[in-house]
């Protein structure tokens, strides 16, 4: 590819994308929002912030996670567990816990988003929900700020 072309194709992009003017990138709050977490709950192993159609929006997974197929799965699991949650008590949903041979999985509702914890076997999963649930909802708050869509 000459040069001239490659000058082309990144000024075309440039006005294909959309760039954020101010302040921090949303992902960048969040991904802070996730580490910090992460800090604070032993036998943390990893959170995930993905919408609710399945997309990727941050994370701090292990590497053997796929992050991208674990947002497809927090997606699935929040829909299945919303839809649950208003079948049996005509509310909305806020959080789900699955417990299996290797530790807990909770996805917490966040505005459009949903909030993914996983944790170790031996973690204090009243802690998990006292740091969590705050940390859920700011997420929420970050993501339907105006000027953040």
Do not use: C
């Not at 294909?16 to 992460?38: D, Q």
């Amino acid at each position: 590819m000459t040069a001239r072309r490659k000058l082309l194709g990144h000024a075309l992009m440039g006005r294909l994308t959309k760039v954020a003017v101010s302040g921090p990138e949303p992902n960048a709050v969040v991904l802070a929002e996730l580490k910090a977490l992460h800090d604070r709950i032993p036998h943390l192993t990893g959170t995930l912030v993905a919408s609710i159609d399945g997309l990727l929006i941050a994370h701090d997974l292990p590497a053997h996670i796929e992050p991208s197929g674990m947002a497809a799965l927090a997606a699935s699991q929040l829909a299945l567990s919303h839809r649950m949650a208003t079948t049996a008590h005509d509310g909305g949903f806020h959080d789900v816990v699955v417990r299996g041979t290797g530790g807990y999985v909770v996805v917490y509702a966040a505005s459009w988003a949903s909030l993914t914890v996983l944790a170790g076997p031996e973690v204090n999963v009243g802690r998990l929900h006292l740091e969590s649930r705050p940390v859920a909802r700011r997420i929420a708050d970050q993501l339907t700020a105006p000027g953040k869509d």
